[in-house]
Protein backbone atom coordinates (compact mmCIF):
# COMPACT_ATOMS: atom_id res chain seq x y z
CA UNK A 1 0.00 0.00 0.00
CA UNK A 2 2.78 2.44 0.85
CA UNK A 3 3.37 4.63 -1.95
CA UNK A 4 6.52 6.31 -2.90
CA UNK A 5 5.27 10.11 -2.24
CA UNK A 6 7.38 12.60 -4.33
CA UNK A 7 8.18 11.11 -7.84
CA UNK A 8 4.12 11.25 -7.98
CA UNK A 9 4.07 14.67 -8.06
CA UNK A 10 6.75 15.43 -10.87
CA UNK A 11 4.80 13.06 -14.04
CA UNK A 12 2.06 15.55 -15.27
CA UNK A 13 -1.32 14.81 -14.97
CA UNK A 14 -2.23 12.04 -17.18
CA UNK A 15 -6.51 12.68 -18.22
CA UNK A 16 -7.86 9.77 -19.08
CA UNK A 17 -9.60 10.90 -22.31
CA UNK A 18 -12.25 8.07 -22.26
CA UNK A 19 -13.35 8.28 -18.43
CA UNK A 20 -11.67 11.85 -17.73
CA UNK A 21 -10.10 10.58 -14.77
CA UNK A 22 -7.16 11.83 -13.19
CA UNK A 23 -4.53 8.90 -13.41
CA UNK A 24 -1.60 8.95 -10.88
CA UNK A 25 0.88 7.26 -13.32
CA UNK A 26 2.54 5.51 -10.10
CA UNK A 27 -1.02 4.15 -10.22
CA UNK A 28 -1.94 2.38 -13.36
CA UNK A 29 -3.41 -1.49 -14.47
CA UNK A 30 -1.31 -3.81 -17.27
CA UNK A 31 -2.67 -6.16 -19.79
CA UNK A 32 -0.54 -9.08 -20.61
CA UNK A 33 -0.39 -9.52 -23.92
CA UNK A 34 0.19 -13.28 -23.52
CA UNK A 35 -2.58 -15.36 -25.44
CA UNK A 36 -3.41 -17.80 -23.00
CA UNK A 37 -3.06 -15.72 -19.65
CA UNK A 38 -6.57 -14.41 -19.40
CA UNK A 39 -7.72 -17.93 -19.51
CA UNK A 40 -5.30 -19.47 -17.28
CA UNK A 41 -6.63 -17.31 -15.03
CA UNK A 42 -10.26 -17.74 -15.60
CA UNK A 43 -10.13 -21.78 -15.00
CA UNK A 44 -6.98 -21.53 -12.33
CA UNK A 45 -9.72 -19.30 -10.27
CA UNK A 46 -12.77 -21.43 -10.91
CA UNK A 47 -11.28 -24.45 -9.61
CA UNK A 48 -9.66 -22.81 -6.55
CA UNK A 49 -12.83 -20.69 -6.15
CA UNK A 50 -10.35 -18.12 -5.29
CA UNK A 51 -13.13 -16.06 -3.26
CA UNK A 52 -10.93 -12.59 -3.91
CA UNK A 53 -10.69 -13.30 -7.48
CA UNK A 54 -13.76 -15.08 -8.38
CA UNK A 55 -15.64 -11.45 -9.72
CA UNK A 56 -13.38 -11.27 -12.59
CA UNK A 57 -14.05 -15.18 -14.08
CA UNK A 58 -17.59 -15.64 -15.81
CA UNK A 59 -19.90 -17.71 -14.45
CA UNK A 60 -18.98 -20.68 -16.33
CA UNK A 61 -15.81 -20.31 -15.51
CA UNK A 62 -14.28 -19.98 -19.01
CA UNK A 63 -13.19 -16.26 -19.32
CA UNK A 64 -12.23 -13.37 -18.01
CA UNK A 65 -14.56 -10.77 -16.87
CA UNK A 66 -13.33 -6.77 -16.85
CA UNK A 67 -15.42 -5.28 -14.03
CA UNK A 68 -14.45 -1.64 -14.49
CA UNK A 69 -14.36 -1.67 -18.28
CA UNK A 70 -18.53 -2.87 -17.69
CA UNK A 71 -19.14 -0.47 -15.46
CA UNK A 72 -17.54 2.16 -17.71
CA UNK A 73 -20.10 0.79 -20.47
CA UNK A 74 -22.84 0.79 -18.52
CA UNK A 75 -23.27 -2.87 -17.72
CA UNK A 76 -23.52 -5.33 -14.80
CA UNK A 77 -20.31 -6.31 -13.79
CA UNK A 78 -22.35 -9.74 -12.38
CA UNK A 79 -24.43 -9.77 -15.23
CA UNK A 80 -24.37 -11.95 -18.32
CA UNK A 81 -23.68 -9.08 -20.36
CA UNK A 82 -20.32 -8.08 -18.48
CA UNK A 83 -17.26 -7.33 -20.43
CA UNK A 84 -15.26 -9.99 -21.34
CA UNK A 85 -11.31 -9.47 -21.73
CA UNK A 86 -9.50 -11.38 -24.16
CA UNK A 87 -5.54 -9.84 -22.36
CA UNK A 88 -5.08 -10.76 -18.81
CA UNK A 89 -5.26 -7.78 -16.34
CA UNK A 90 -2.98 -7.10 -13.72
CA UNK A 91 -4.12 -4.64 -10.84
CA UNK A 92 -0.83 -3.72 -9.16
CA UNK A 93 1.83 -2.19 -10.29
CA UNK A 94 4.63 -4.87 -10.19
CA UNK A 95 5.26 -4.60 -13.46
CA UNK A 96 4.80 -8.11 -14.32
CA UNK A 97 2.00 -10.63 -15.41
CA UNK A 98 0.75 -12.99 -12.36
CA UNK A 99 0.06 -15.84 -14.64
CA UNK A 100 3.22 -15.81 -17.36
CA UNK A 101 5.55 -14.06 -14.91
CA UNK A 102 6.71 -11.74 -18.08
CA UNK A 103 6.98 -8.55 -17.72
CA UNK A 104 4.33 -6.21 -18.95
CA UNK A 105 4.37 -2.44 -20.53
CA UNK A 106 0.62 -2.19 -21.92
CA UNK A 107 -0.85 0.15 -19.19
CA UNK A 108 -4.55 0.94 -18.81
CA UNK A 109 -6.36 3.31 -17.11
CA UNK A 110 -7.64 2.25 -13.56
CA UNK A 111 -11.17 3.38 -13.69
CA UNK A 112 -12.23 2.01 -16.96
CA UNK A 113 -9.01 -0.07 -18.61
CA UNK A 114 -8.54 1.79 -21.69
CA UNK A 115 -5.24 2.13 -22.82
CA UNK A 116 -2.65 4.60 -22.06
CA UNK A 117 -0.63 6.07 -24.50
CA UNK A 118 3.50 5.16 -23.95
CA UNK A 119 4.76 8.93 -24.16
CA UNK A 120 1.72 9.55 -21.53
CA UNK A 121 4.53 11.01 -18.76
CA UNK A 122 6.46 13.01 -21.33
CA UNK A 123 3.64 14.56 -23.22
CA UNK A 124 0.86 14.88 -20.74
CA UNK A 125 -2.40 15.33 -22.16
CA UNK A 126 -4.82 18.37 -23.62
CA UNK A 127 -8.34 17.34 -23.91
CA UNK A 128 -9.97 19.89 -26.24
CA UNK A 129 -13.91 19.48 -26.43
CA UNK A 130 -16.43 21.25 -28.35
CA UNK A 131 -19.91 22.21 -27.36
CA UNK A 132 -23.53 24.20 -27.82
CA UNK A 133 -26.57 23.85 -28.00
CA UNK A 134 -29.24 21.91 -30.16
CA UNK A 135 -28.78 21.87 -33.96
CA UNK A 136 -25.66 24.50 -33.31
CA UNK A 137 -24.04 22.14 -36.19
CA UNK A 138 -21.64 19.91 -33.50
CA UNK A 139 -21.76 16.86 -35.52
CA UNK A 140 -21.20 18.14 -38.56
CA UNK A 141 -18.15 20.23 -37.32
CA UNK A 142 -16.53 17.63 -35.98
CA UNK A 143 -16.94 15.37 -38.90
CA UNK A 144 -15.60 17.89 -41.39
CA UNK A 145 -13.05 19.28 -38.77
CA UNK A 146 -11.27 15.91 -38.15
CA UNK A 147 -11.34 15.53 -41.52
CA UNK A 148 -9.46 18.71 -42.19
CA UNK A 149 -6.82 18.26 -39.40
CA UNK A 150 -6.06 14.89 -40.99
CA UNK A 151 -5.52 15.87 -44.42
CA UNK A 152 -4.66 19.44 -44.44
CA UNK A 153 -3.45 20.78 -41.18
CA UNK A 154 -1.54 17.98 -39.62
CA UNK A 155 0.85 18.75 -42.83
CA UNK A 156 0.77 22.16 -42.44
CA UNK A 157 2.08 22.16 -39.23
CA UNK A 158 4.35 19.51 -39.96
CA UNK A 159 2.62 16.72 -37.93
CA UNK A 160 0.37 13.91 -38.04
CA UNK A 161 -3.13 12.92 -37.04
CA UNK A 162 -3.77 9.48 -35.97
CA UNK A 163 -6.62 7.73 -34.26
CA UNK A 164 -6.28 6.44 -31.19
CA UNK A 165 -7.46 3.05 -31.95
CA UNK A 166 -9.56 1.07 -33.90
CA UNK A 167 -12.84 2.11 -32.90
CA UNK A 168 -12.27 5.71 -33.52
CA UNK A 169 -11.54 4.93 -36.84
CA UNK A 170 -14.64 2.13 -37.43
CA UNK A 171 -16.63 5.08 -35.76
CA UNK A 172 -15.63 8.22 -37.83
CA UNK A 173 -15.94 6.37 -40.55
CA UNK A 174 -19.13 4.60 -40.13
CA UNK A 175 -20.92 7.85 -38.14
CA UNK A 176 -19.50 10.47 -40.22
CA UNK A 177 -17.31 10.38 -42.96
CA UNK A 178 -18.95 7.82 -45.08
CA UNK A 179 -22.45 9.87 -45.06
CA UNK A 180 -21.35 13.02 -45.28
CA UNK A 181 -18.15 13.24 -47.60
CA UNK A 182 -19.38 9.72 -49.56
CA UNK A 183 -23.13 9.55 -49.79
CA UNK A 184 -23.63 13.55 -49.76
CA UNK A 185 -26.22 13.63 -46.92
CA UNK A 186 -26.59 15.18 -44.08
CA UNK A 187 -25.63 13.70 -40.42
CA UNK A 188 -28.82 13.16 -38.20
CA UNK A 189 -29.25 14.64 -34.82
CA UNK A 190 -27.13 13.03 -32.47
CA UNK A 191 -28.92 10.92 -29.27
CA UNK A 192 -28.79 11.85 -25.90
CA UNK A 193 -26.53 10.09 -24.08
CA UNK A 194 -29.78 8.64 -21.96
CA UNK A 195 -31.10 6.22 -24.79
CA UNK A 196 -27.37 5.74 -26.57
CA UNK A 197 -24.94 4.19 -25.94
CA UNK A 198 -22.81 5.19 -29.23
CA UNK A 199 -21.94 8.96 -28.03
CA UNK A 200 -20.27 7.74 -24.96
CA UNK A 201 -17.44 6.80 -26.37
CA UNK A 202 -15.35 9.91 -27.49
CA UNK A 203 -13.58 9.84 -30.63
CA UNK A 204 -9.65 10.11 -29.78
CA UNK A 205 -6.83 11.42 -31.97
CA UNK A 206 -3.07 11.97 -31.03
CA UNK A 207 -1.92 15.29 -33.38
CA UNK A 208 1.80 14.72 -33.25
CA UNK A 209 3.77 17.63 -34.49
CA UNK A 210 7.75 17.17 -35.28
CA UNK A 211 8.79 20.81 -35.34
CA UNK A 212 10.99 21.07 -31.72
CA UNK A 213 13.76 18.56 -30.64
CA UNK A 214 11.18 16.37 -29.42
CA UNK A 215 7.70 16.25 -31.02
CA UNK A 216 4.52 17.54 -29.49
CA UNK A 217 1.28 15.08 -28.82
CA UNK A 218 -2.34 16.55 -28.29
CA UNK A 219 -4.86 14.54 -27.75
CA UNK A 220 -8.24 15.20 -29.33
CA UNK A 221 -10.93 13.67 -27.78
CA UNK A 222 -14.13 14.94 -29.56
CA UNK A 223 -17.37 14.10 -27.49
CA UNK A 224 -20.72 14.55 -29.69
CA UNK A 225 -22.86 15.46 -27.19
CA UNK A 226 -26.30 15.96 -27.88
CA UNK A 227 -27.50 19.61 -27.64
CA UNK A 228 -30.31 18.80 -25.15
CA UNK A 229 -27.61 17.13 -22.61
CA UNK A 230 -26.46 20.29 -22.03
CA UNK A 231 -29.83 22.23 -20.83
CA UNK A 232 -29.55 22.17 -17.40
CA UNK A 233 -26.46 21.87 -15.20
CA UNK A 234 -28.16 18.85 -13.24
CA UNK A 235 -28.14 17.39 -16.69
CA UNK A 236 -24.92 17.68 -17.15
CA UNK A 237 -23.63 16.33 -13.33
CA UNK A 238 -25.82 13.49 -14.04
CA UNK A 239 -24.46 12.65 -17.24
CA UNK A 240 -20.64 13.35 -16.09
CA UNK A 241 -20.11 15.55 -18.51
CA UNK A 242 -18.94 18.08 -15.59
CA UNK A 243 -15.80 16.69 -15.07
CA UNK A 244 -14.85 16.21 -18.98
CA UNK A 245 -15.58 19.67 -19.08
CA UNK A 246 -13.76 20.64 -15.83
CA UNK A 247 -10.78 18.91 -17.09
CA UNK A 248 -10.36 20.21 -20.82
CA UNK A 249 -7.53 22.06 -21.83
CA UNK A 250 -9.70 24.11 -24.05
CA UNK A 251 -13.20 24.80 -25.09
CA UNK A 252 -15.02 25.40 -28.62
CA UNK A 253 -17.90 27.02 -28.40
CA UNK A 254 -20.54 26.71 -30.78
CA UNK A 255 -23.21 29.20 -31.35
CA UNK A 256 -25.98 29.07 -34.58
CA UNK A 257 -26.42 32.71 -35.83
CA UNK A 258 -29.73 31.61 -36.86
CA UNK A 259 -30.77 30.81 -33.67
CA UNK A 260 -30.18 34.09 -32.69
CA UNK A 261 -33.43 36.36 -32.32
CA UNK A 262 -31.88 39.38 -33.92
CA UNK A 263 -30.51 37.74 -36.85
CA UNK A 264 -33.30 34.98 -37.06
CA UNK A 265 -36.09 37.38 -37.51
CA UNK A 266 -34.27 39.64 -40.50
CA UNK A 267 -31.95 36.82 -42.67
CA UNK A 268 -33.90 35.21 -45.61
CA UNK A 269 -32.38 31.39 -46.13
CA UNK A 270 -33.98 28.46 -46.49
CA UNK A 271 -34.56 25.43 -44.01
CA UNK A 272 -34.09 28.50 -40.94
CA UNK A 273 -34.53 27.44 -37.59
CA UNK A 274 -36.52 28.41 -35.37
CA UNK A 275 -35.37 31.07 -32.31
CA UNK A 276 -33.07 29.64 -30.24
CA UNK A 277 -32.91 29.32 -26.26
CA UNK A 278 -30.37 32.43 -25.29
CA UNK A 279 -26.98 31.35 -26.03
CA UNK A 280 -25.82 33.30 -22.86
CA UNK A 281 -27.69 30.53 -20.75
CA UNK A 282 -26.00 27.68 -22.05
CA UNK A 283 -22.52 29.12 -21.42
CA UNK A 284 -23.80 29.86 -18.16
CA UNK A 285 -24.61 26.64 -17.56
CA UNK A 286 -21.05 25.67 -18.40
CA UNK A 287 -19.21 28.22 -16.42
CA UNK A 288 -21.25 27.10 -13.22
CA UNK A 289 -20.27 22.95 -13.64
CA UNK A 290 -16.54 24.24 -14.46
CA UNK A 291 -16.69 26.59 -11.12
CA UNK A 292 -18.10 23.87 -9.05
CA UNK A 293 -15.56 21.56 -10.06
CA UNK A 294 -12.69 23.47 -9.62
CA UNK A 295 -14.02 25.43 -6.66
CA UNK A 296 -14.23 28.68 -8.26
CA UNK A 297 -15.94 31.51 -6.86
CA UNK A 298 -18.10 33.10 -9.35
CA UNK A 299 -15.67 36.28 -9.33
CA UNK A 300 -13.06 34.47 -10.36
CA UNK A 301 -11.82 34.41 -13.79
CA UNK A 302 -12.03 30.52 -15.51
CA UNK A 303 -8.56 29.38 -16.72
CA UNK A 304 -9.80 26.46 -19.54
CA UNK A 305 -9.41 28.84 -22.96
CA UNK A 306 -12.38 29.20 -25.09
CA UNK A 307 -12.87 29.34 -29.14
CA UNK A 308 -16.31 30.80 -29.05
CA UNK A 309 -17.31 29.64 -32.90
CA UNK A 310 -20.26 30.88 -35.01
CA UNK A 311 -20.98 27.84 -37.40
CA UNK A 312 -22.60 28.21 -40.50
CA UNK A 313 -21.03 31.28 -41.50
CA UNK A 314 -21.67 30.37 -45.41
CA UNK A 315 -25.16 31.76 -44.47
CA UNK A 316 -24.01 35.42 -43.48
CA UNK A 317 -21.89 36.01 -46.83
CA UNK A 318 -25.01 36.20 -49.16
CA UNK A 319 -25.68 39.67 -50.85
CA UNK A 320 -28.57 41.96 -48.28
CA UNK A 321 -31.69 41.73 -50.19
CA UNK A 322 -32.71 44.11 -47.86
CA UNK A 323 -31.61 46.63 -45.26
CA UNK A 324 -32.86 44.97 -42.59
CA UNK A 325 -30.83 41.96 -43.96
CA UNK A 326 -27.95 43.83 -44.73
CA UNK A 327 -27.60 44.79 -40.52
CA UNK A 328 -26.99 41.10 -39.53
CA UNK A 329 -24.44 39.77 -42.98
CA UNK A 330 -20.79 39.93 -43.04
CA UNK A 331 -19.68 42.68 -45.71
CA UNK A 332 -17.15 43.02 -48.45
CA UNK A 333 -14.65 44.48 -46.28
CA UNK A 334 -15.28 41.58 -43.52
CA UNK A 335 -12.17 40.59 -41.57
CA UNK A 336 -13.19 36.64 -42.42
CA UNK A 337 -12.32 37.20 -46.42
CA UNK A 338 -8.86 37.63 -45.38
CA UNK A 339 -6.98 34.30 -45.39
CA UNK A 340 -4.71 33.19 -42.41
CA UNK A 341 -1.32 32.86 -43.35
CA UNK A 342 -0.41 28.96 -43.46
CA UNK A 343 2.19 27.03 -41.35
CA UNK A 344 1.83 29.47 -38.72
CA UNK A 345 0.29 31.29 -36.09
CA UNK A 346 -1.46 34.21 -37.56
CA UNK A 347 -1.94 36.78 -34.79
CA UNK A 348 -2.80 39.88 -36.83
CA UNK A 349 -5.72 37.59 -38.98
CA UNK A 350 -6.96 36.09 -35.30
CA UNK A 351 -7.03 39.55 -33.40
CA UNK A 352 -9.02 41.20 -36.37
CA UNK A 353 -11.32 38.15 -36.48
CA UNK A 354 -11.43 38.62 -33.04
CA UNK A 355 -12.34 41.96 -32.78
CA UNK A 356 -15.19 41.87 -35.67
CA UNK A 357 -17.29 38.88 -33.81
CA UNK A 358 -17.14 40.57 -30.87
CA UNK A 359 -18.70 43.66 -32.24
CA UNK A 360 -21.00 41.26 -34.02
CA UNK A 361 -22.14 39.45 -31.36
CA UNK A 362 -22.59 42.19 -28.86
CA UNK A 363 -24.70 44.04 -31.75
CA UNK A 364 -26.77 41.03 -32.42
CA UNK A 365 -26.76 39.03 -28.96
CA UNK A 366 -26.13 41.71 -26.08
CA UNK A 367 -23.61 43.12 -23.75
CA UNK A 368 -24.38 40.10 -21.44
CA UNK A 369 -22.58 37.57 -23.80
CA UNK A 370 -19.67 39.10 -24.15
CA UNK A 371 -19.55 39.47 -20.25
CA UNK A 372 -19.79 35.77 -19.97
CA UNK A 373 -17.54 35.16 -22.05
CA UNK A 374 -15.17 37.37 -20.53
CA UNK A 375 -15.70 35.20 -17.23
CA UNK A 376 -13.38 33.15 -19.29
CA UNK A 377 -9.35 34.34 -18.67
CA UNK A 378 -8.69 33.64 -22.36
CA UNK A 379 -11.09 34.05 -25.38
CA UNK A 380 -10.98 34.41 -28.84
CA UNK A 381 -14.54 34.64 -30.75
CA UNK A 382 -14.03 32.90 -34.36
CA UNK A 383 -16.58 31.78 -37.44
CA UNK A 384 -16.43 28.89 -39.29
CA UNK A 385 -18.45 26.90 -41.68
CA UNK A 386 -18.56 23.19 -42.41
CA UNK A 387 -20.39 22.60 -45.09
CA UNK A 388 -19.50 25.82 -47.02
CA UNK A 389 -23.13 26.17 -48.59
CA UNK A 390 -26.31 25.75 -46.75
CA UNK A 391 -27.84 22.19 -47.73
CA UNK A 392 -31.03 21.61 -49.72
CA UNK A 393 -33.21 19.35 -47.85
CA UNK A 394 -31.57 16.64 -46.52
CA UNK A 395 -28.60 16.11 -49.56
CA UNK A 396 -25.77 18.04 -50.21
CA UNK A 397 -25.24 18.24 -53.86
CA UNK A 398 -22.34 19.98 -54.14
CA UNK A 399 -20.77 18.36 -51.35
CA UNK A 400 -18.64 19.67 -48.54
CA UNK A 401 -16.56 23.09 -48.63
CA UNK A 402 -15.84 24.09 -45.05
CA UNK A 403 -14.66 27.55 -44.45
CA UNK A 404 -11.98 28.22 -41.62
CA UNK A 405 -13.01 25.21 -39.60
CA UNK A 406 -9.42 24.74 -37.99
CA UNK A 407 -9.36 28.64 -36.80
CA UNK A 408 -10.36 27.95 -33.43
CA UNK A 409 -8.38 24.93 -32.64
CA UNK A 410 -5.01 26.61 -33.91
CA UNK A 411 -5.59 29.20 -31.62
CA UNK A 412 -6.15 26.56 -28.93
CA UNK A 413 -3.39 25.05 -29.90
CA UNK A 414 -0.85 28.19 -29.91
CA UNK A 415 -2.27 28.27 -25.72
CA UNK A 416 -0.75 25.25 -25.57
CA UNK A 417 2.86 26.09 -27.43
CA UNK A 418 1.67 25.51 -31.02
CA UNK A 419 3.54 28.18 -33.24
N1 LIG B 1 -25.60 26.40 -43.82
C1 LIG B 1 -25.06 25.51 -43.01
N2 LIG B 1 -25.86 24.68 -42.29
C2 LIG B 1 -25.27 23.80 -41.48
C3 LIG B 1 -23.86 23.69 -41.32
N3 LIG B 1 -23.59 22.73 -40.39
C4 LIG B 1 -24.79 22.25 -40.00
N4 LIG B 1 -25.82 22.89 -40.64
C5 LIG B 1 -27.26 22.67 -40.49
O1 LIG B 1 -27.56 22.55 -39.13
C6 LIG B 1 -28.24 21.32 -38.85
C7 LIG B 1 -27.83 20.79 -37.50
O2 LIG B 1 -26.48 20.39 -37.54
P1 LIG B 1 -25.91 19.26 -36.57
O3 LIG B 1 -24.44 19.17 -36.83
O4 LIG B 1 -26.70 18.03 -36.66
O5 LIG B 1 -26.18 19.96 -35.17
P2 LIG B 1 -25.90 19.38 -33.71
O6 LIG B 1 -25.41 20.52 -32.90
O7 LIG B 1 -25.02 18.18 -33.82
O8 LIG B 1 -27.36 19.00 -33.23
P3 LIG B 1 -27.80 17.92 -32.08
O9 LIG B 1 -26.99 16.69 -32.32
O10 LIG B 1 -29.25 17.71 -32.32
O11 LIG B 1 -27.50 18.59 -30.76
C8 LIG B 1 -27.85 20.43 -40.00
O12 LIG B 1 -28.82 19.46 -40.23
C9 LIG B 1 -27.71 21.39 -41.16
O13 LIG B 1 -28.96 21.63 -41.76
C10 LIG B 1 -23.04 24.60 -42.10
O14 LIG B 1 -21.80 24.60 -42.06
N5 LIG B 1 -23.71 25.46 -42.91
MG1 LIG C 1 -25.25 16.30 -33.19
ZN1 LIG D 1 0.73 -13.12 -18.89
ZN1 LIG E 1 -10.30 5.91 -17.93
New binding site residues.
Partial sequence: MARKQKEVTSSPEYICPYCFSNVDLQNVHYVCTGPTCARSFATATFSSRNANDMKYVSKDGSSEIDPEKSLFHGKDPYGSDAVVTRQHIIRNSTGLCDVCRRPVYNRVCPICHNAIPPGAEEDGNRIFVIL?????????????LINQLKNYVSTEFNGVLNAANDSTTLKYRDMYYRRLFEEKR?????KSFDVSEESREPLIYYLRIFNEEKPQVYTFAFF?????DLTSSDKMMSLSLNSFIARAAGIVY?V?P?QIKYINSRIN?D?K?AVGPDVSDILNNICQIIRTNKKLKAKDKIDIPIAVSL?????LFKAPENEEEDKVLFGQCSSLHIPREHGCYDKENFDQIDAELEEYLRRTVGDHFIQTVNGFAEHSFFA????????VG?SLPRGVS??RVEDPFIWLLNREGLR
Fill in positions: GPKHVGKSHYIAVKLLPTDTAGELDLVNPTKSDVVSALGCNPSPM
